[in-house]
């Protein structure tokens, strides 16, 4: 039963009343907009660590949060921290430090890093082990990393910060993490557990080993100068991603609610799909099944058809597995139709912020929707003929958009889709 | 709309062995718990025994991908869908939902304390570490420790297909799961979940990472709930842990044996404050429904005032009994504490022990939970 606040389903519907975001391209949504609608690129030589020795060299970091050395996790919680509060900001919803919602948080893995592991290493000349370090643990005299190090904490802090209720949810679908979490505050409304849900994706993970790791898969580009111009999806010379850091978040409410309240509606999230692949750990499917039957859930969840999506915020990697079969997905997804639907990828200028990719895009997707702008993928020089899409190259454009699929997809055969509507569906 | 949820598969691997027989052995008394003093001293820790991974994981390339934390959760989640008896549908497993609670971060130990010593005399500290790691880390290495790749394995080795999901945070991480899952098979969200974790604790970097907040206890273990300050702290134990839950009306519609019935999960985050776990309990035991003659089981981390607290709460609507403490048996499993104790549970009234459980989940950390479960 369809009513005003209920969707086709008879669920309620899932109103934005709040986003806020930081990414290498500023702080804040207007920054971040201006910027990326400009084409301009967020990625640069990294600083924080020495390059020497390493294939790929260049970041999206966001860099100058910090005066002393830090940790991904503090990082990670200061990228989340400045985008909830924008967002919380904007919904006017509650009182400071008192948000009448639940929290779902897409937070990276951490672990003791090397800094806090050297310290505990000492001064001695002998042989380090892990005896030692224990050893050393056992003084109980850095209490501080346990807590730091605890995968609870940056949702934790979060949630103590802005007074959410209930459990805070810290989850991880790899690259599709962002878009999970929303996806989860969504369905939490649906269920009627709760009125309001701050959604948050946050990543400040870019350290050495984390490059190196992804560097020894071959995953990143190595196209290290200028590095604005590394990050190039869909194009026919793309060579990996370029890693990007980022926070960004959403307050989602019940439709009902938040015009009981008079909120500003940013718009909706209408649909959600989700898939997973059993193929390979790494790879996709090479039928694309499982990025196709996300797509194709994320519409029938919304109660739309293919012909009522006006654009496609890709998850567009700039690797030349992921865009070729996000291409061919999307293709079998939208038929022919799909050579003239504008697809374009943020991560051209953004960079993959990992974790908090999905919710990064879900910003984007919205701010594209209100403003009637679609963000371009730069650095499309060479257009690859296997990907015969319409990618925005490299100039924004102007475009009335009521609905966008944003797609994420992950390691481990993570498939995550949303699609966002200006209106109920 | 909400529908009932039961459990109609139950997964089971620790140092007592697989599957539920051991398990409900060891709850009652007729079997030893496993403790290993030796390979960690001074840390005791509960030690997977042998296990023919080639049962549940028949492909060796899918074990080498593999860190063990993946492998004992891949095991048990194989062992659930054996009991669900639904391993063979490749249907039912295209749709299954899955939510694991897991850690990750399997590090090589030798690899890390090389490296460390070097670190001590090298000219360029930097650059040496991007040496050696660009040299020393094995590329598989990191898919072996990204904390979604067990649910991705699990997709990998037994074909599940459905979504997948991946919460961490310790103990909550465990509680949210089957909180979540619970939630969701209820309103319809989903008929079949697949939900559970694993711990290995047999690796030194997790026991550094709880010695570094004073939260591990050194020596022979007392009963949880007779440890006292200074002399408590976990005693962590290898554990694998899956259920299979679904609606009633799926479970009867293909004729599943409905081992227990999951009644109601909450869960809770307070501010650690004299008698906070307590209140948090006794406010969450509200939305459940409590018997007093009921089973009560107990993921219990081990540290002696959450656990005063706990026995607190429990007093309010049991007075006078003990709860089988889950980490006595198998070792304090962190991500899949929970899951272990609210399988445990089921195991126990599936095996008529009961006629309902009530399961109570402290994280060492943050987080409180409760679950509570009746007979089929």
């Not at chain 1, 509606?265 to 996300?294: M, N, Q, W, Y």
């Not at chain 1, 567009?316 to 992921?322: D, L």
């Not at chain 2, 040496?128 to 649910?151: I, K, V, W």
Request: glycine share 12%; proline share 5%; charged share 20%.
């Amino acid at each position: 039963m369809m009513t005003d606040v209920r969707d086709a389903h008879g669920r309620p519907l899932v109103a934005v009343t709040g986003i806020g975001l930081v990414t290498s391209l500023g702080r804040g949504k207007a920054d971040n907009w201006a910027r990326l609608t400009a084409g301009q690129s967020g990625i640069h030589r990294i600083t924080r660590f020495p390059v020497e020795g390493l294939r790929t060299s260049i970041a999206g970091t966001v860099d100058d949060l910090f005066s002393q050395p830090f940790a991904a996790p503090e990082l990670s919680e200061k990228l989340a921290m400045l985008a909830a509060d924008e967002a919380v900001g904007q919904a006017g919803l509650g009182s400071r430090g008192n948000f009448p919602g639940q929290l779902f948080m897409a937070v990276p893995p951490v672990e003791l890093e090397w800094p806090q592991k050297q310290v505990l290493a000492g001064d001695g000349a002998e042989a380090v082990s892990y005896d030692t370090l224990l050893a050393a643990a056992a003084a109980h005299t850095h209490r501080a990393y346990h807590e730091m190090f605890l995968f609870g904490t940056v949702a934790d802090r979060i949630a103590d910060h802005f007074g959410t209720r209930g459990s805070p949810i810290s989850l991880s679908t790899a690259c599709s993490s962002g878009a999970t979490a929303i996806q989860m505050g969504v369905e939490a409304i649906r269920r009627g557990e709760t009125d309001a849900a701050l959604c948050i994706g946050t990543d400040g993970s870019v350290h050495a080993e984390a490059l190196i790791r992804f560097s020894l898969l071959s995953a990143l580009s190595t196209h290290n100068d200028p590095p604005e111009e590394a990050s190039k999806p869909f194009s026919k010379n793309r060579d990996g991603f370029v890693m990007g850091e980022g926070g960004a978040a959403l307050v989602l409410e019940s439709y009902a609610s938040a015009r009981a309240r008079g909120a500003e509606i940013l718009g909706f999230v209408l649909g959600c799909g989700e898939k997973g692949d059993g193929f390979h750990r790494t790879r996709s499917s090479p039928d694309g099944r499982p990025a196709i039957v996300a797509m194709q859930d994320a519409l029938t969840d919304a109660g739309l058809e293919p012909y009522h999506i006006d654009y496609v915020n890709a998850h567009g990697t700039s690797t030349p597995e992921n865009d070729k079969m996000e291409a061919m997905s999307c293709t079998a997804v939208f038929g022919p139709r799909m050579t003239s639907l504008p697809i374009s990828s943020n991560k051209s200028m953004v960079g993959h912020t990992l974790t908090a990719a999905g919710a990064v895009e879900a910003v984007f997707s919205l701010l594209t929707i209100a403003r009637g702008r679609i963000p371009p993928t730069i650095n499309y020089r060479e257009p690859d003929p296997n990907i015969p899409l319409d990618v925005v190259p490299n100039l924004a454009r102007d475009a009335r958009v009521r609905r966008v699929i944003s797609n994420s997809f992950g390691f481990g055969g993570q498939n995550t889709c949303l699609v966002f509507g200006d209106g109920p569906a | 709309m909400t529908e009932a949820v039961v459990i109609t598969g139950i997964g089971l691997l620790s140092s007592l062995g697989e599957g539920i027989a051991p398990h409900v052995e060891a709850a009652r008394g007729a079997r030893k718990a496993v403790i290993d003093f030796e390979s960690f001293a001074p840390y005791p820790v509960h030690p997977l025994g042998t296990v023919e991974l080639d049962r549940q994981i028949p492909k060796k390339s899918d074990q080498r991908q593999m860190e063990p934390w993946q492998r004992i959760g891949v095991y048990a989640a194989g062992l659930a869908l054996d009991s669900a008896g639904i391993k063979g549908d490749a249907e039912a497993k295209d749709r299954l939902h899955v939510i694991v609670a897991a850690g990750g971060g399997e590090r090589d130990h030798a690899v890390d304390g090389q490296i460390l010593t070097g670190l001590k005399t090298a000219a360029n500290p930097g650059v040496f570490l991007n040496e050696r790691l660009l040299g020393d880390l094995r590329p598989t290495l990191f898919l072996a420790q990204l904390s979604n790749l067990l649910a991705g394995n699990i997709s990998i080795v037994h074909g599940v297909t459905g979504p997948s999901r991946t919460f961490m945070g310790e103990e909550q991480a465990g509680v949210d799961a089957v909180r979540v899952a619970h939630a969701r098979i209820a309103a319809g969200q989903a008929e079949m979940l697949l939900v559970g974790g694993s711990y290995n604790a047999e690796r030194r970097d997790m026991l550094l990472l709880f010695e570094l907040g004073g939260a591990l206890l050194k020596g022979a273990p007392i009963p949880t709930f007779s440890r006292t300050p200074g002399q408590d702290g976990m005693v962590t134990g290898s554990v694998g842990a899956f259920l299979v839950l679904e609606s009633a009306k799926s479970a009867m519609a293909r004729g599943a044996k409905v081992l227990a019935r999951l009644d109601a999960v909450s869960a809770d985050r307070v501010r650690r404050d004299d008698g906070a776990i307590t209140r948090s309990l006794v406010k969450q035991f509200l939305g459940h429904h409590v018997e007093p003659a009921g089973l009560l089981v107990s993921a219990a981390p081990g540290l002696a005032g959450a656990a005063a607290e706990e026995s607190a709460a429990l007093a309010a609507v049991a007075a006078g009994r003990t709860p089988v403490a889950v980490g006595d048996l198998v070792g304090h499993a962190i991500e899949a504490a929970f899951p272990v104790a609210v399988a445990l549970a089921a195991a126990l009234l599936s095996e008529g022990e009961a006629a309902s459980a009530l399961v109570t989940g402290v994280g060492h950390h943050r987080g409180e939970g409760v679950a509570s479960l009746s007979a089929a």
